[in-house]
T-cell receptor, first 115, second 114 residues
Framework: DGGITQSPKYLFRKEGQNVTLSCEQNLNHDAMYWYRQDPGQGLRLIYYSQIVNDFQKGDIAEGYSVSREKKESFPLTVTSAQKNPTAFYLC??????????????FGEGSRLTVL | AQSVTQPDIHITVSEGASLELRCNYSYGATPYLFWYVQSPGQGLQLLLKYFSGDTLVQGIKGFEAEFKRSQSSFNLRKPSVHWSDAAEYFCAVGALSAGNMLTFGGGTRLMVKP
């Protein structure tokens, strides 16, 4: 079945460590997104990519980095510069060509906890 | 800049009662509007979406929403709530011209009393 796979589902990190969250999709979607979710704040956009080897900062990119070397993969690195990294991270993707209906498809999320 | 407001952080309804979740948006152009549902620790599932045309939109699981341009609202409704509807609901606004980026409201957590 087509979908978006995020891993790991749970991740614990010590302060000062970088961690990388994986996001893979087999939907043949062009665009991919990373959102951060905190209680009561909805979802906030971290980074997005509309084509391979290109990506743009979202509203809260500081302390995060991404790469888009393959169409199906969009990993997110949470660096030690991120002051408050404990959150639920959601990856999403969408088709942007003809027939685009604007909706995003989401993975199951990764919960990062800094100890 | 676009924004979405969901005024109710928590709502509790009895099973079988009707439900309305409020959503107000601010967007300069004609918006695309969405409602998503999220179970605890899970991703988001699309309930319904509005692009154009009929302002009353039907979705999955018996939900519907009505787009009211004059009120900048897109409220979600269900005539009879089931215990399995307990979840968090997010309203979102976006546009294809904006690279499909969606702006989300803060969410409304729905609890269902037996």
């Amino acid at each position: 079945d087509g979908g978006i796979t995020q891993s790991p589902k749970y991740l614990f990190r010590k302060e000062g460590q970088n961690v990388t969250l994986s996001c893979e999709q087999n939907l043949n979607h062009d665009a991919m997104y990373w959102y951060r979710q905190d209680p009561g704040q909805g979802l906030r956009l971290i980074y997005y990519s509309q084509i391979v080897n290109d990506f743009q900062k979202g509203d809260i990119a500081e302390g995060y980095s991404v790469s888009r070397e393959k169409k199906e993969s969009f990993p997110l690195t949470v660096t030690s510069a991120q002051k408050n990294p404990t959150a639920f991270y959601l990856c999403a993707s969408t088709h942007t060509g003809g027939g685009n209906t604007g909706e995003l498809f989401f993975g199951e999320g990764s919960r990062l906890t800094v100890l | 800049a676009q924004s979405v407001t969901q005024p109710d952080i928590h709502i509790t309804v009895s099973e079988g009662a009707s439900l309305e979740l409020r959503c107000n948006y601010s967007y300069g152009a004609t918006p695309y509007l969405f409602w998503y549902v999220q179970s605890p620790g899970q991703g988001l599932q699309l309930l319904l979406k509005y692009f154009s045309g009929d302002t009353l939109v039907q979705g999955i699981k018996g939900f519907e929403a009505e787009f009211k341009r004059s009120q900048s609202s897109f409220n979600l409704r269900k005539p009879s709530v089931h215990w399995s509807d307990a979840a968090e609901y997010f309203c979102a606004v976006g546009a294809l011209s904006a690279g499909n980026m969606l702006t989300f409201g803060g969410g409304t957590r729905l609890m269902v009393k037996p």
